[in-house]
């Protein structure tokens, strides 16, 4: 099947038909996997951002920046752009919530624990309040 060049370059670095065969399945597992995340996520329609004063609802469609203090004068900034929402700032020390990114899917979410400020993507019209089991803290 493969010419003496292939024979001599899998003897070289120690690979049989075997590995190569797994690791093409394993390609091929991973596209699946990154091809079903793309396929069944839903775009989400708006946020919901909790703060130490309550709940709000940010709808995605409409551009919005947020000053925000959050526990202990924590200084936070949200911003709503382009169908998604992000910690575009925040006066806490380790950054974690602004590098989490642009939140643009379903059941995305960030935080920023030491403002006490969560933000949530969930669809157009899901109930306020509504809060999974696994994202409530005591």
């Given at each position: 099947?493969?010419?003496?060049?292939?024979?001599?370059?899998r003897?070289?670095?120690?690979?049989?038909?075997?590995?190569?065969?797994?690791?093409?399945?394993?390609?091929?597992?991973?596209?699946?996997?990154?091809?079903?995340?793309?396929?069944?996520?839903?775009?989400?329609?708006?946020?919901?951002?909790?703060?130490?004063?309550g709940?709000?609802?940010?709808?995605?469609?409409?551009?919005?920046?947020?000053?925000?203090?959050?526990k202990?004068g924590?200084?936070?900034?949200?911003?709503?752009?382009?169908?998604?929402?992000?910690?575009?700032?925040?006066?806490?020390?380790?950054?974690?919530?602004?590098?989490?990114?642009?939140?643009?899917?379903?059941?995305?979410?960030?935080?920023?624990?030491?403002?006490?400020?969560?933000?949530?993507?969930?669809?157009?019209?899901?109930?306020?309040?509504?809060?999974?089991?696994?994202?409530?803290?005591?």
């Amino acid at each position: 099947m493969g010419g003496p060049m292939e024979t001599k370059v899998r003897k070289r670095i120690g690979l049989r038909r075997a590995d190569l065969i797994l690791a093409g399945m394993l390609a091929a597992f991973a596209l699946v996997l990154i091809g079903g995340y793309a396929l069944f996520s839903r775009q989400g329609g708006e946020a919901v951002l909790t703060t130490p004063e309550g709940e709000r609802m940010l709808p995605l469609s409409e551009d919005v920046t947020l000053s925000i203090e959050g526990k202990n004068g924590i200084p936070v900034v949200i911003r709503v752009e382009d169908g998604a929402v992000w910690f575009e700032s925040s006066g806490c020390p380790d950054q974690i919530c602004v590098h989490s990114g642009r939140l643009t899917r379903t059941g995305d979410a960030a935080a920023c624990l030491p403002a006490g400020v969560l933000l949530r993507v969930t669809e157009s019209g899901e109930a306020e309040g509504s809060v999974p089991a696994d994202a409530v803290a005591g």
